[in-house]
């Protein structure tokens, strides 16, 4: 719960506003990273209920500039 405020991602890179997971409508949609070898970077939006085991939230969503 944001309790009513404003909440943003603090990616210095991809300042963008935080918002509810439209799959599980439990959990946030925030600002993550994938890193390749080559150290470049791909931001894309990723739930926070993520998880590696089963019965989390996959939830991705592209960033579009």
């Known amino acids: 719960e944001t309790g009513g ?4 991602n603090t990616h210095r890179e ?4 935080i918002f ?3 799959k ?5 949609m925030i600002v993550k990273r994938t890193y ?3 150290g470049s ?3 894309f939006y990723g739930c926070t209920n993520y ?3 089963a019965g989390g939230c996959r939830n991705t ?3 579009r500039d």
């Open 24 to 28: 599980c409508q439990e959990g946030y």
């Open 51 to 53: 998880s590696k085991t």
């Open 41 to 43: 970077h791909q931001a």
């Open 20 to 22: 509810k997971c439209p």
């Open 61 to 63: 969503v592209p960033i």
């Open 36 to 38: 390749a070898k080559d």
């Open 5 to 8: 405020r404003f909440h943003r």
């Open 14 to 17: 991809h300042l963008k506003d």
